[in-house]
């Protein structure tokens, strides 16, 4: 059946108004899944993290040692050959990752952990694997995070990090902003937040497993709330709790941050989303990428079957993850033109 005898059918059956809301929907190329080894990895971390999130959840106001969990990072092993060079940013740090491969482009990421963990060392292995596939300088943000500063305080390091990379001279047209979980959330609104202060895009964004609405009630009501192996329904609401206190204290709105799927799209630049439909935060990959497809950007959403929340982080062991980061690698390979600058860190 060719697109217009799809379409004259669907006008069949649908309403005018229906047909358009279809239309403005981001169309996921979906990949299979369920591999043993994912299935593997889904039990340990049901078993173990989804247990250690739900204890949080019921008392999120306590003072966790978050940073301890950065440490487990430790555990996975990078890239060899890769090297780390601390850089000072005006309200934080951040760590430049090189590997043998690095070549011209620079990829500012922007680490997950839900706000309040994640660091140095977490997110290591792979971010040195998207440094090494890409041919990439990364710039891994360490960026302020919960409890003790507001989610704002996040989004503006994220783009003193992006105003660093184009202040040492390497073209915005070389540059990605990357991210996963959380930093999914951050790549779209430091993005947003460049745009409003009058600087180049970057060459593209790439989101992994992107938290895109701190409100929970879309994604409870989706099916992949049940199927979940890392986050139990209670996540969102303990979350906010955190965040709304955060807020107070640094004198902000009582109000959840902004939702990027909500703001004015149309000036980013081409995106790449990937998700799972098994883990909670799926609609929110589906609504912004539908929200780019309806604002007339190069969005391209991925979807895999059965795999864990940020299952990117397990390519070397888990098959889909790496057919996953081959996928971002081709996109890059596409949005970035092949022009030879440095940076200096």
């Not at 059956?13 to 047909?19: F, H, I, K, L, M």
């Not at 190069?298 to 940020?310: F, R, S, T």
């Not at 996953?324 to 940076?343: H, M």
Request: hydrophobic share 45%.
């Amino acid at each position: 059946m060719s697109p217009s005898e799809a379409r004259s059918r669907l006008s069949l059956v649908v309403s005018p108004a229906a047909e358009q809301e279809l239309e403005k929907r981001a169309v996921p190329t979906r990949f299979g899944g369920g591999s043993a080894r994912s299935r593997l990895l889904a039990g340990a971390l049901r078993n173990t993290v989804r247990p250690f999130i739900s204890v949080w959840s019921r008392v999120p106001l306590l003072p966790w040692p978050y940073f301890v969990v950065d440490y487990a990072g430790l555990l996975l092993k990078p890239v060899p050959g890769t090297t780390y060079e601390r850089v000072e940013l005006p309200s934080c740090k951040a760590e430049v990752l090189r590997t043998p491969n690095t070549e011209d482009r620079v990829i500012v990421y922007l680490h997950g952990g839900a706000f309040v963990v994640g660091g140095r060392f977490l997110h290591r292995s792979l971010m040195s694997r998207i440094a090494d596939r890409n041919r990439a300088t990364l710039v891994a943000v360490d960026y302020r995070q919960l409890p003790h500063h507001p989610v704002s305080a996040s989004v503006e390091d994220g783009l003193d990090a992006y105003r660093h990379v184009l202040d040492s001279g390497v073209p915005a047209s070389k540059v990605l902003i990357m991210g996963d979980s959380a930093g999914g959330y951050l790549t779209f609104q430091v993005a947003l937040a460049a745009e409003a202060e009058g600087l180049p895009m970057p060459a593209g964004l790439v989101a992994m497993s992107p938290l895109i609405d701190f409100d929970g009630t879309a994604k409870l009501e989706a099916e992949s709330a049940s199927t979940c192996a890392v986050f139990p329904s209670t996540c969102f609401d303990a979350l906010a709790k955190v965040v709304l206190r955060a807020a107070r204290r640094a004198g902000e709105a009582h109000a959840l941050p902004d939702t990027p799927s909500r703001a004015a799209l149309h000036g980013l630049p081409p995106s790449l989303i990937q998700a799972s439909t098994a883990e909670i935060v799926h609609p929110d990959a589906e609504s912004m990428a539908s929200a780019l497809h309806g604002a007339g950007v190069d969005c391209e959403l991925q979807v895999w079957d059965h795999q864990v929340h940020v299952f990117q982080a397990a390519a070397g062991f888990v098959p889909e993850a790496d057919q996953a980061l081959e996928e971002i690698a081709d996109f890059v390979d596409r949005v970035v033109p092949d022009v030879p600058w440095a940076i200096e860190a």
